[in-house]
T-cell receptor, first 111, second 113 residues
Framework: RKEVEQDPGPFNVPEGATVAFNCTYS??????FFWYRQDCRKEPKLLMS???SGNEDGRFTAQLNRASQYISLLIRDSKLSDSATYLC????????????FGTGTRLTVIP | GAGVSQTPSNKVTEKGKYVELRCDPI?????LYWYRQSLGQGPEFLIY????????DSGLPNDRFFAVRPEGSVSTLKIQRTERGDSAVYLC???????????FGSGTRLTVV
């Protein structure tokens, strides 16, 4: 079983729409969680960390459900510039120093 | 430097040849990571350095792959006897806290023909 699983999409949404991505992780001891954004042929860039209490950054909201072992990212009022691949990322904990990446969910925002 | 720098940005090599990929991390970052990303996949962990030592090399696919970081800054990923299956984008990342969010370089796109 993969450490991190995501629906690869693609998600095609109109401008202004609200879209949500989920991912699940396999290791219940996982400690840290992140969402990264990756544009076509570019490197991944940290979008936001995910905290147990949930956190918001402008139009982006991240939530963590430890009991169900899933993480979500909500994007409100989608912009054309939000078109990218969103990678769910987990530090599996137990002294692990590396991060595990999902395969990513591709989002296209349509005018 | 201001960001993670990787060279070359693109490398085309013939099957069986040896290649070296270079990573210059953010100044002061002690943790350095190498990942490999194939088309349509997320980055796959290869190796992690804390300072000069390889603290975790469990992601290296086989003994053709080797990486060094002799002075605790610049790192080189070395691939011997390249195979077509090695074709991918090789990403380097650094962090000032192991296991926290990384900053990636722009990657080296390796194509083995």
């Amino acid at each position: 079983r993969k450490e991190v699983e995501q629906d690869p999409g693609p998600f095609n949404v109109p401008e202004g729409a609200t879209v949500a991505f989920n991912c699940t992780y396999s290791n219940s001891a996982s400690q840290s969680f992140f969402w990264y954004r990756q544009d076509c042929r570019k490197e991944p860039k940290l979008l936001m960390s995910v905290y147990s209490s949930g956190n918001e950054d402008g139009r982006f909201t991240a939530q963590l459900n430890r009991a169900s072992q899933y993480i979500s990212l909500l994007i409100r009022d989608s912009k054309l510039s939000d078109s990218a691949t969103y990678l769910c990322v987990v530090n599996p904990g137990a002294g692990a120093n590396n991060l595990f990446f999902g395969t990513g969910t591709r989002l296209t925002v349509i005018p | 430097g201001a960001g993670v720098s990787q060279t070359p940005s693109n490398k085309v090599t013939e099957k069986g040849k040896y290649v070296e990929l270079r990573c210059d991390p953010i100044s002061g970052h002690t943790a350095l990571y190498w990942y490999r990303q194939s088309l349509g996949q997320g980055p796959e962990f290869l190796i992690y350095f804390q300072g000069t030592g390889a603290a975790d090399d469990s992601g290296l696919p086989n003994d053709r792959f080797f990486a060094v970081r002799p002075e605790g800054s610049v790192s080189t990923l070395k691939i011997q006897r390249t195979e077509r299956g090695d074709s991918a984008v090789y990403l380097c990342a650094s962090s000032n806290i192991a296991g926290s969010g990384y900053t990636f370089g722009s990657g080296t796109r390796l194509t083995v023909v």
